[in-house]
T-cell receptor, first 113, second 113 residues
Framework: AQSVTQPDIHITVSEGASLELRCNYS??????LFWYVQSPGQGLQLLLK??????LVQGIKGFEAEFKRSQSSFNLRKPSVHWSDAAEYFC???????????FGKGTLLTVNP | DSGVTQTPKHLITATGQRVTLRCSPR?????VYWYQQSLDQGLQFLIQ???????AKGNILERFSAQQFPDLHSELNLSSLELGDSALYFC????????????FGPGTRLTVT
């Protein structure tokens, strides 16, 4: 069964510092990969997606992610974090013939001033 | 604002009761998905409808049912409620029967007492 692992439950960074959130997915056919962000009390917002092609994808709010097939990873990065980035981040995977989005457990990001 | 609306925002009810959660997808989206978010289970896919027909099923209990109406809005019915059903219920929509980008509503927080 497809699965997604986000190894870090909680990460704290200082404002202006760089950020990398890790995501690993279970092996299978080429997956569709997503990162979503959830602010407190809000729904999920799509940050970026990978379907095929260039393995470095750009998203909204200055985020990017890199698909590495050899490592089954899709890590999310941002060069300089802003206080407004504090939220919970979810990696999700979807395989071509499967309609279900499978989410990781999420990584809670705290940003210190 | 994703364009997906959900009502009500909050719902408090007693064990054994039945509730209905409502979702209106983005304009033009034919697919509707329901997810449950709880602290212990994380984000779990429940069920998907496409243009009125059930398309995929996830971890949906037999006490739960859903439908999508001709105007494409969807309802999730939860019956014989238990304390463990307390969670955030999200609706999402997408344009095609094959899920790509899913746009999430703000959620309905259900509390069962």
């Amino acid at each position: 069964a497809q699965s997604v692992t986000q190894p870090d439950i909680h990460i704290t960074v200082s404002e202006g510092a760089s950020l990398e959130l890790r995501c690993n997915y279970s092996y299978g056919a080429t997956p569709y990969l997503f990162w979503y962000v959830q602010s407190p009390g809000q729904g999920l917002q799509l940050l970026l997606k990978y379907f095929s092609g260039d393995t470095l994808v750009q998203g909204i709010k200055g985020f990017e992610a890199e698909f590495k097939r050899s490592q089954s990873s899709f890590n999310l990065r941002k060069p300089s974090v802003h206080w407004s980035d504090a939220a919970e981040y979810f990696c999700a995977v979807l395989y071509g013939s499967n309609y279900k989005l499978t989410f990781g457990k999420g990584t809670l990001l705290t940003v210190n001033p | 604002d994703s364009g997906v609306t959900q009502t009500p925002k909050h719902l408090i009810t007693a064990t054994g009761q039945r509730v209905t959660l409502r979702c209106s997808p983005r304009s033009g989206d034919l697919s509707v998905y329901w997810y449950q978010q709880s602290l212990d289970q994380g984000l779990q896919f429940l069920i998907q409808y496409y243009n009125g027909e059930e398309r995929a099923k996830g971890n949906i209990l037999e006490r739960f049912s859903a439908q999508q109406f001709p105007d494409l809005h969807s309802e999730l019915n939860l019956s014989s409620l238990e304390l463990g059903d307390s969670a955030l219920y999200f609706c999402a929509s997408s344009q095609r029967s094959q899920p790509g980008e899913q746009y999430f509503g703000p959620g309905t927080r259900l509390t069962v007492t």
